[in-house]
């Protein structure tokens, strides 16, 4: 069974800085193409980023603020995020980018507020 277990969220002011983790247990980590969503309140999950074979990929939002890597002798896959607007306001998660998602963990809750 895979695990995925988030950490790093924090309340940070606008301009400031964080870096998410994203513990992967059950799963072949290495060759999985791994990404981040977030959902604010009342809004849907939407992909953040993504890191695959090809690359990364990131939402038009983010683009130039948050960066997505991936250690994968630790099992583990990164957010850098910077610049955070109020509008990064969010639980974020992290999944596979395709298919059928994996039980989603319990995500890490950001808020960006002065």
């Known amino acids: 069974q895979v695990h995925m277990v988030e950490s790093g969220g924090d309340l940070v002011q606008p301009g400031g800085s964080l870096r998410l983790s994203c513990a992967v247990s059950?799963?072949?980590?290495?060759?999985?193409?791994m990404a981040w969503y977030h959902q604010a309140p009342g809004k849907q999950r939407e992909l953040v980023a993504s890191i695959t074979s090809s690359g990364t990929h990131y939402a038009d939002s983010v683009k130039g603020r948050f960066s997505i890597s991936r250690d994968n002798a630790k099992d583990i896959v990164y957010l850098q995020m910077m610049d955070l607007r109020p509008e990064d306001t969010a639980v974020y998660y992290c999944?596979?980018?395709?298919?059928?998602?994996?039980?989603w963990g319990q995500g890490t809750q950001v808020t960006v507020s002065a």
């Open positions: 059950g799963t072949s980590f290495s060759n999985r193409a």
């Open positions: 999944n596979v980018p395709l298919g059928i998602p994996y039980a």
